[in-house]
């Protein structure tokens, strides 16, 4: 099992940058794949990014791709996501989650979640 704790949300002008990060804990860490899911507010929770448990496959959608990087340190058990180019309808909370299959591209794989950072850009 593993304990997700994002940070690095805030509010940003469009156009602008934020670094998210996703703090783990549990012995299993290096085996997940990891990802960063957003919702926003009466829209479904969306897969964001993912990145397999060593980090050489990622995956994005098609909205962020160009824009957002993943990346992973799993000496210190962290998860990055890097947003560049922000847009307003980047705007939502973003959940940092871990997937125990290693799948790191499906939605229905991810079993654990942490509590979500808000990310706004204002426009």
């Known amino acids: 099992q593993v304990q997700l704790v994002e940070s690095g949300g805030g509010l940003v002008q469009a156009g602008g940058s934020l670094r998210l990060s996703c703090a783990a804990s549990g012995r299993t860490f290096s085996s997940y794949a990891m990802g960063w899911f957003r919702q926003a507010p009466g829209k479904e929770r969306e897969l964001v990014a993912g990145?397999?448990?060593?980090?050489?496959?990622?995956y994005y959608v098609d909205s962020v791709k160009g824009r957002f990087t993943i990346s992973r340190d799993n000496v210190k058990k962290l998860v990055y996501l890097q947003m560049n180019s922000l847009k307003a309808e980047d705007t939502a909370v973003y959940y940092c989650a871990a997937d125990p299959t290693g799948r790191y591209n499906l939605r229905i794989s991810y079993d654990y979640w942490g509590q979500g950072t808000q990310v706004t850009v204002s426009s």
């Open positions: 990145i397999s448990w060593s980090g050489s496959s990622t």
